[in-house]
């Protein structure tokens, strides 16, 4: 018997202390209005000195529990998507297991910038499909402040901090529709950061136009691969969660679903680009204010350093 990955938990988790874009103005050349026209973002997150990658995610993580009304020891796979990890070992997956006293589960983490979430929530998928997990606890969680060079205004007006979880179940009833995870290596140069044992220090650096153009052409061939695969139209999506890396970029997702803005799930306006958490944070709100019922159809999609991008229909 085959199963799907069924949605039984969601949580989500800011810092909360919040950087605006007047703030921003007075440490970088830029503006309130520079930032929000080609952005979008008017504030973002930003971690406590405290916090990291795996105190955001418990948090999250315990959300999730909570929602779905488990015994956490139910839980077979963790998966921590995350760029900014609390250590290089051991994962934050692991350190995220202990957080919560789960004895039994197996962690780890993935790496796929951005698209970390739909990365995870794939191999979630064919966990429980193959039968070799039952319950997958997805976190995607991220202190990106840490990774950013602050006296560069072409970046550091991007992103913010945060973490996303949902945990999924085997079960008869459809769920996880499809997923479809993609990557191209010969990116490298537009979007990377690199290590602390790198000579160059350990900051984002992008050449965010170029990733821009790839980003909205890749994005949409993602929204025709998944509808294909799953014979549906454009029509019978209800909910875009869009990574959150730049309103023009998910308007142009959105336009090509011929989905009206008031059916995305928009968070970047008062969290920035949370890389891996921003799908997860952004599903968890949408499920929590009420918009996504269950039984509707949600994609969720994100594009990456890589470059990584990808999908997942949700039936909810
Ligand atoms: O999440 C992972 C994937 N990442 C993305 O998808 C990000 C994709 N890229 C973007 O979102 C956009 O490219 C940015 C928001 C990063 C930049 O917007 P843009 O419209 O592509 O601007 P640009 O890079 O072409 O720069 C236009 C001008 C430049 O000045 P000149 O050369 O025209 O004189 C920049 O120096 O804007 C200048 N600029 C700024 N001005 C004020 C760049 N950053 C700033 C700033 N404030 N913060």
């Known amino acids: 018997m085959t199963y799907y990955s069924k949605v039984i938990g969601t949580g989500g988790y800011l810092p909360e202390k919040v950087l605006t874009n007047a703030q921003l103005s007075e440490t970088v050349d830029t503006s309130d209005e520079w930032i929000y026209e080609r952005t979008g973002i008017k504030s973002r997150r930003i971690a406590s000195a405290e916090e990291t990658a795996s105190s955001m995610a418990e948090i999250a993580a315990r959300q999730a529990i909570e929602a779905a009304q488990i015994d956490p020891e ?7 998507a995350t760029g900014t990890p609390d250590r290089v070992y ?18 780890f983490d993935i790496q796929a910038a951005c698209s970390g979430s ?12 193959s039968g070799a ?3 997958v606890l997805v976190v995607g969680s991220e202190a990106c402040s840490r990774i950013v060079d602050w006296t560069d205004r072409t970046t550091c007006i991007l992103f913010g901090d945060g973490a996303g979880a949902i ?22 140069e537009l979007l990377y950061c690199p290590t602390s044992t790198e000579q160059q220090a350990g900051y984002i650096s992008m050449r965010g136009n170029e990733v821009f153009k790839v980003a909205v052409n890749t994005l949409g061939r993602i929204v025709d691969e998944t509808l294909e ?6 029509s019978h999506i209800d909910w875009l969660v869009p990574h959150q890396a730049n309103s023009r970029i998910i308007a142009a997702t959105a336009k090509k679903l011929k989905l009206s803005m008031d059916q995305v799930i ?9 890389s891996s958490a921003s799908v997860l944070l952004a599903f968890n709100e949408g499920v929590r204010d009420g918009r996504i019922q269950r039984g509707q159809v949600v994609l969720l999609e994100a594009f990456g350093a890589g470059f990584t991008w990808g999908s997942a229909l949700i039936k909810y």
């Open 167 to 188: 945990l999924l179940t085997a079960s008869e009833e459809q769920g996880i529709l499809s997923t479809h995870i993609h990557s191209d290596g010969e990116y490298e």
């Open 90 to 107: 051991p994962s934050t997956g692991c350190l995220l297991q202990r957080r919560l006293g789960i004895k039994h589960a197996v962690a």
């Open 118 to 129: 739909i990365f995870g929530l794939s191999i979630a998928d064919q966990y429980i499909k």
């Open 266 to 274: 928009m968070t970047l306006e008062n969290q920035g680009n949370t």
């Open 229 to 234: 695969a799953n014979e549906l139209e454009q």
């Open 133 to 135: 997990a039952k319950t």
């Open 74 to 80: 139910s839980i077979d796979l963790i998966i921590v």
